[in-house]
């Protein structure tokens, strides 16, 4: 079999690894646009802000690692068209041919159409190409005050960075609170208090209408003309189908998969950040560009290529982050998008600390879980806190995957010990809160 991935990012190169587990022998090629396979786009910001020393660090395997798995590179190599008739994929460099063709175009950086945007000095951190520019950019010019165009999680993850590197820093959300995907606003307030005390400030419900100078010397809010000498755009990311568009595959928000990851067409799958697959609480489709998932999507579709027919579950969209010293954990769904979904919601909060009171060096760690009032079942938690958060919504996040109750979430067998936890957890806590409004 004649295997040809397109995209050498964590889905397209994960795949290949899991391909080449589940046949020595088949040809697998990967398209690449980028020299270097996998690397943690997730990482970025920790290069940027030298938690990272070097940027060559971010990458997983070498490129050598990979074609002694006989899995053959063209990178720097863009893929034009799919000739789905002559199953021929047309790049820069010549024609591949294939019997299994893996999608993994990921995402590009949303740039919003706002005048200057194109200034020197206004950047985008979505690739390590990124990072080397604002790291020679800030070495060249010392900027001094920082404006960052969004508040989810790259958004604040930069703004953390460049607060680290010295700068003012001030973030600007046109909605009315940070991470609007991730936390309800009660759970945003934390968070944002937090990132207030280190010296980020923050404008919520406005946009930046224009960037002034080239290089930057401020922003134009309303009508409000803040200075700033370095710009960071974080308004999120699209799907990258036009590849599939103009194959005449289906599209969407991304490319429209089955739940074996098989696009319109049953020899194209479509994997990580361009794949569109379906939400475990609503049923409907959704994107789900995490790492993670396009792990798991690379292994499912490895399977399924070589005949094993898996399915790849609907997603919760589990994620983590670190700002400054504080852990933040979501998964699911948030009590203010059951509201506009018209989903009915049992909401469970409590406020605790990570190890009992007795024992010194506690942190206070705050739980909110959401649970659907029709059956009672988990379909959201929010967890922010100074230490083991991961643990927490790790195992929230398992739970509702199998379908927990109230009462199962209530009844949780936990483990003890007083320098690590306390003999009832602040999740269990959260769950009787939400069993007493049940009853």
């Known amino acids: 079999m004649r295997i040809v991935v397109i995209g050498s990012g964590t889905a397209g190169s994960n795949f290949a ?13 990967v398209i690449g646009k980028e020299k270097t396979m996998q690397y943690s786009p997730c990482a970025l910001p920790f290069v940027l802000s030298g938690k990272i020393p070097k940027l060559e660090d971010i990458v997983v395997f070498p490129n050598s690692f990979y074609e ?54 206004v950047f985008t951190l979505k690739s390590m190409d990124d990072v080397r520019k604002i790291k020679a950019y800030i070495e060249e010019r010392k900027p001094k005050k920082a404006v960052v165009i969004g508040a989810g999680l790259i958004g604040l993850e930069g703004a953390v960075a460049f607060r680290e590197l010295g700068m003012e820093v001030l973030v600007v959300e046109l909605l009315e609170h ?62 990258n189908i036009d590849l599939a568009k ?10 429209v998969v089955n739940e074996y990851l098989q696009t319109s067409d049953p020899d194209i799958y479509a994997i990580g950040d361009c794949a569109e697959v379906f939400d475990a609480v609503t049923g409907e489709r959704t994107l789900s560009q995490l790492g993670t998932t396009a792990v798991r999507m690379a292994k499912v579709a490895a399977e399924n290529v070589f005949g094993k027919n898996v399915r790849f579950k609907p997603v919760f969209n589990t994620a983590i982050t670190e700002l400054f010293d504080l852990e933040i954990g979501t998964f699911g769904m948030t009590e203010e998008r059951a509201k506009r979904e018209g989903i009915n919601v049992v909401v469970g909060k409590f406020k605790g600390s990570t190890k009992p009171e007795y024992y010194p060096g506690g942190k206070p760690i705050h739980v909110k879980l959401i649970f659907r009032k029709e059956d009672r079942k988990l379909i959201g938690a929010q967890i922010v806190g100074g230490e083991r958060v991961w ?38 806590v959260a769950a009787e809160m939400a069993l007493r409004r049940f009853k």
Do not use: C, W
């Open 17 to 29: 690894l899991f391909a080449r587990k589940l046949d020595r022998k088949a040809d697998i090629i």
């Open 68 to 121: 002694k798995q006989k899995i053959q590179l063209m990178l720097e190599t863009e893929a034009k068209e799919i000739d789905r008739e002559r199953k021929v994929v047309i790049t820069d460099k010549g024609e591949v041919p294939y019997d299994k063709l893996v999608l993994a175009t990921g995402s590009r950086a949303f740039v919003p159409p706002i005048k200057g945007v194109e200034n020197e000095g």
């Open 178 to 239: 940070l991470l609007p995907t991730m936390l309800d606003k009660d759970m945003a307030r934390i968070v944002q208090q937090h990132l207030e005390e280190k010296g980020i400030s923050f404008k919520f419900g406005v946009g930046v209408s224009e960037i002034i100078g080239s290089p930057v010397k401020a922003v134009k809010i309303g009508d409000e003309e803040i200075e700033a000498d370095l710009v960071l755009v974080a308004t999120g990311v699209r799907a």
């Open 246 to 255: 103009k194959a005449g595959l289906k599209v969407n928000k991304g490319i």
């Open 391 to 428: 643990g927490r919504i790790m195992t929230l996040s398992a739970l509702a995957q199998k379908g927990a109750t109230v009462e199962d979430v209530v009844y949780l067998e936990t483990a003890y010990a007083p320098p690590i936890s306390p003999t009832i957890d602040p999740i269990t």
